[in-house]
């Protein structure tokens, strides 16, 4: 099996302060790139993100168009009381990252009250066993 390697690049500057930038390259087994459309008014649409049950995800990224506060995520569990606002990108590089969301991150449950659609795209990269 061959591996993968996920390039990422990260630059933030404050206006008249400090300039942080940090880069790596991941490997991984596999990645997976979702595009997704989630629908004005969206009460959990479920995207499958990776397959089975382990927790082999090291990175993830999360784009949409628009962001907004309504814009909503949850992690494997529909039910959950933990809802993320997806009001701008999310990117966790690492597995300790990814496991801020949950230990094995299965699928997410989007739901929209922005008022229009959002074009959501989402990178994930893995182990394959």
Known sequence: MMAEKINWTL??????GPRLSASS????DAY?????GIEAGA??????????????????????????????????DS??????????????????????LDPAPTSLFFS????EDAAVEILIGREAT
């Open 11 to 16: 630059n933030v500057q404050v206006t008249g």
């Open 25 to 28: 390259t991941l490997t991984v």
């Open 32 to 36: 997976d790139k979702i595009q997704v």
């Open 43 to 76: 009460a959990d649409k479920k995207v499958e993100v990776q397959p089975g049950g382990a927790g082999h995800v090291h990175f993830l990224l999360i784009l949409s168009n628009p962001y907004g506060e309504g814009l909503t995520y949850k992690v494997n």
């Open 79 to 100: 039910g959950s009381s933990k809802v993320m606002k997806l009001d701008g990108p999310h990117l966790l590089t690492g597995k300790g990252a990814v496991e801020l």
């Open 112 to 115: 929209s009250s922005l008022g």
